[in-house]
T-cell receptor
Framework: DTGVSQDPRHKITKRGQNVTFRCDPI?????LYWYRQTLGQGPEFLTY????????KSRLLSDRFSAERPKGSFSTLEIQRTEQGDSAMYLC?????????????FGPGTRLTVT | RKEVEQDPGPFNVPEGATVAFNCTYS??????FFWYRQDCRKEPKLLMS???SGNEDGRFTAQLNRASQYISLLIRDSKLSDSATYLC??????????FGSGTRLLVRP
């Protein structure tokens, strides 16, 4: 399967713990995105990378959140001191930055539950 | 006001019916438009891009009206497998997709 992959698929953690998620994009895609989705809502943009550079961060991404893409391939999203409000599906997407094409392809997501 | 607004539904239709969804967007600078499909507890999957001239892919037809800032999706000959949430999506920054909250479709036998 050459699609976007994410790990883990599910994570249950206690409030105050740190969690880290991983995303592996489609191999030839140079852009990688993180979104968050809560029940009954569409995904909301968190941040994106072009190669290894993080170019944009949403206001939704508080200081407790950090994302990296150290070699321009896979990316990690870390949440420190988790809160119950962080419970959501965290989706990763990737795209090929070509002229006029903005189609993004999503991974299966990591479902986070903070107890 | 939300940037992308959709009727949440659910639209409950019999197999073989034709159903249409609309969505409106607020940013006139929007450049690209898409419909994604999302099954329960799964990731969104790109259904089709929406072009100014309108486009069709099998039983699915998408239309864009830039003057009125709305996008539509028409599904003909509905199948049970079409049951899902359909997300209207716009892009005006080349990187950030703005999603509507989705319209639920239930196709019954």
């Amino acid at each position: 399967d050459t699609g976007v992959s994410q790990d883990p698929r599910h994570k249950i953690t206690k409030r105050g713990q740190n969690v880290t998620f991983r995303c592996d994009p489609i191999s030839e895609h140079n852009r990688l995105y993180w979104y968050r989705q809560t029940l009954g809502q569409g995904p909301e943009f968190l941040t994106y990378f072009q190669n290894e550079a993080q170019l944009e961060k949403s206001r939704l991404l508080s200081d407790r959140f950090s994302a990296e893409r150290p070699k321009g391939s896979f990316s990690t999203l870390e949440i420190q001191r988790t809160e119950q409000g962080d419970s959501a599906m965290y989706l990763c997407a990737s795209s090929l930055n070509s002229q006029g094409s903005y189609e993004q392809y999503f991974g299966p997501g990591t479902r986070l539950t903070v107890t | 006001r939300k940037e992308v607004e959709q009727d949440p539904g659910p639209f409950n239709v019999p197999e073989g019916a034709t159903v249409a969804f609309n969505c409106t967007y607020s940013n006139s600078a929007s450049q690209s438009f898409f419909w994604y499909r999302q099954d329960c507890r799964k990731e969104p999957k790109l259904l089709m891009s929406v072009y100014s001239s309108g486009n069709e892919d099998g039983r699915f037809t998408a239309q864009l009206n830039r003057a009125s800032q709305y996008i539509s999706l028409l599904i003909r000959d509905s199948k049970l497998s079409d049951s899902a949430t359909y997300l209207c999506v716009v892009n005006y920054s080349s990187y950030k997709l703005i999603f509507g909250s989705g319209t639920r479709l239930l196709v019954r036998p």
